[in-house]
C-alpha cells in the first residue's frame, strides 16, 4: 500500500544552524499535507501546512517545501533553537484519510 | 481555553480486557477524531466523529468503537485487549466536520500498557 515515510530517522544540528527534514509521499491522490512537532509526552503539535496547488509556504522561522514530481515534502527551520528538539512527523491528507510517517527526531546541540 | 482534555493520563490493563478513554474536546469543538501511536511510529486514525455520527473510520478490528456525546467529548472502548494495543491514544479536535486531521488539535494522550 502507499504511505508516507521519512528519509532520516534523526537529525542533529548545532544551535542556531537551519535544519531540514525530509519526508517522502507515495499517494498521488494526497492534496493536503501538515507538518507536525511533538515533544516528550505530548500530543503532536501544528507546524505549518500546505496544499498541493502549492510549492512553497512560510512560517515563522518554518518554511515547507512540497515537490510533487518526486513526491517529496521538506520541513526547513531557520536558526533552529534548543526549543525546536522534538520528533517532527509529516502528513499526508487524501480525502478522508490521514497517514503520518514515522517521524524525525531533531537534536538541538548547544 | 483549556485544550484537548483526555483521561486517564496513564492505564495498565490486563490481555483481554476492556478499556474506555475519554475526551473532551476544545469548547465549541464539534469534531473529535481518535489516534493510535505506537511507540516509535506516528499516529494512525482511528475514527473521526462529528455531531455524535461516525464520520471516517481507520483500519482498525471490530474491537474498536467509539461515540461521541450531545457535549460532543467522546469515548475510545477497545474490547479483548491485546499486547500490540498498547500504545499512545490521541484525541483531536477541530471546529467543524472539515478533511480528517485539518484544523485540528491534539491532546496529550492515554498511555495504553496491556500486560
Known amino acids: 500500500g502507499e504511505s508516507v515515510g521519512l528519509h532520516l530517522p534523526t537529525l542533529s544540528v548545532q544551535e542556531g544552524d537551519n535544519s531540514i527534514i525530509n519526508c517522502a509521499y507515495s499517494?498521488?491522490?494526497?492534496?493536503?499535507f501538515i507538518w507536525y512537532k511533538q515533544e516528550s509526552g505530548k500530543g503532536p503539535q501544528f507546524i505549518i501546512d500546505?496544499?498541493?496547488?502549492?510549492d512553497k509556504r512560510q512560517g515563522q522561522r518554518v518554511t515547507v517545501l512540497l515537490n510533487k514530481t518526486v513526491k517529496h515534502l521538506s520541513l526547513q527551520i531557520a536558526a533552529t533553537q534548543p526549543g525546536d528538539s522534538a520528533v517532527y512527523f509529516c502528513?499526508?491528507?487524501?480525502?478522508?484519510?490521514?497517514?503520518f510517517g514515522a517521524g524525525t527526531r531533531l537534536t538541538v546541540k548547544p | 481555553d483549556a485544550g484537548v482534555t483526555q483521561s486517564p493520563t496513564h492505564l495498565i490493563k490486563t490481555r483481554g480486557q476492556h478499556v474506555t478513554l475519554r475526551c473532551s474536546p476544545i469548547?465549541?469543538?464539534?469534531?473529535v477524531s481518535w489516534y493510535q501511536q505506537v511507540l516509535g511510529q506516528g499516529p494512525q486514525f482511528i475514527f473521526q466523529?462529528?455531531?455524535?455520527?461516525?464520520?471516517g473510520r481507520g483500519n482498525f478490528p471490530d474491537r474498536f468503537s467509539a461515540r461521541q456525546f450531545p457535549n460532543y467529548s467522546s469515548e475510545l472502548n477497545v474490547n479483548a485487549l491485546l499486547l500490540g494495543d498498547s500504545a499512545l491514544y490521541l484525541c483531536?479536535?477541530?471546529?467543524?466536520?472539515?478533511?480528517?486531521?485539518?484544523?485540528?488539535?491534539f491532546g496529550q494522550g492515554t498511555r495504553l500498557t496491556v500486560v
Open positions: 469548547s465549541g469543538h464539534k469534531s
Open positions: 466523529y462529528y455531531e455524535k455520527e461516525e464520520r
Open positions: 499517494n498521488s491522490a494526497s492534496d493536503y
Open positions: 483531536a479536535s477541530s471546529l467543524a466536520q472539515g478533511r480528517i486531521g485539518a484544523e485540528a488539535f
Open positions: 502528513a499526508e491528507l487524501p480525502y478522508n484519510d490521514m497517514r
Open positions: 500546505i496544499r498541493s496547488n502549492m
